[in-house]
């Protein structure tokens, strides 16, 4: 149960949420222990879906921007840099451009390999290497860095776990110190303004008393991609199809188009990133 995040007592409430939100349960109606373990530790190898619904109306021929043309978008705003850099390099990002840390953005090209073997990125490839999961750094500000350091099951450190589909970063998942919830709601606020959206919800951890989830939500009109951009910040993760976890909130940045994380990609898969195996 430590390993899974669990933590037992009740968290300190969060100032500035609605009195009265709309509650969505969070409960898989599962009550087999050994059933919901084996959720957490597997993969899911079916075909890779999203929730997305088709739009008859949407003029798509259902192929991705290509990565030239996402490339030349990208140099006319000033933007080359890939998803994973070293902290604390100059940006030239516009201000509209949601961001985990200083620079990693969606669409950004996935790097190219490192000249020392022992710099790259843990990555797994799923779908016949069209879609790769990567471990790599964030460039936080490094008083930031510290506070949101991770020892988990997952990976370690400041990190995040990004999606590539066809070598472009299509969703980011990062985890920090539950604590560190408002530290991280203050620092987004700064930098993009007030939260586009606040909300809670229940959530329902393991042998415990159901909690409140809060939410911060910033949506922008992402002029990379063309899409609406979301970066969430959750005080607990409940993103991952588990028990919801209490040590550690959630960092999600993605659009309406993007593919899911989990429960593609599972908890086994990401052990050689933690010296578990």
Not at 204 to 226: K, T, Y
Request: hydrophobic fraction near 35%; aromatic fraction near 6%; proline fraction near 10%.
């Amino acid at each position: 149960a430590d390993e899974l995040g669990v933590d037992e007592g009740e968290a300190d409430a969060v100032p500035g949420l609605t009195d009265d939100p709309e509650v969505a349960e969070a409960d898989d109606g599962k009550s087999d222990l050994m059933g919901q373990l084996s959720n957490f530790l597997e993969a899911d190898d079916s075909p890779l879906t999203t929730d997305e619904t088709d739009d008859p109306n949407a003029e798509s021929d259902g192929e991705p921007p290509a990565l030239d043309e996402l490339d030349a978008a990208a140099q006319e705003i000033g933007v080359t840099q890939t998803a994973s850099l070293p902290p604390m390099v100059a940006r030239q990002l516009p201000p509209t451009v949601l961001t985990l840390g200083e620079s990693v953005h969606l669409t950004a090209a996935k790097p190219p390999p490192a000249d020392d073997p022992s710099e790259e990125p843990y990555c797994v490839e799923k779908n016949g290497g069209k879609t790769v999961f990567c471990v790599e750094d964030v460039d936080w500000p490094a008083d930031l860095a510290e506070e949101l350091d991770v020892s988990t099951i997952m990976y370690k450190g400041a990190q995040a776990i990004v999606r590539y589909d066809d070598g472009i970063a299509t969703r980011f998942h990062a985890i920090f110190p539950s604590p560190a919830y408002g530290t991280l709601v203050s620092y987004y606020s700064r930098r993009f303004g007030e939260p586009t959206e606040i909300s809670e919800r229940t959530i329902a951890p393991f042998a415990q008393p159901r909690e409140v989830n809060p939410i911060m939500s910033w949506r922008r009109d992402d002029p990379l991609s063309g899409e609406v951009t979301t970066l969430e910040v959750r005080r607990y993760d409940d993103a991952r199809g588990t028990f919801p976890d209490l040590k550690h909130g959630v960092l999600m940045l993605s659009n309406a188009t993007s593919p899911p994380i989990f429960p593609v990609l599972s908890a086994l898969d990401l052990m050689p990133t933690t010296g578990t195996n």
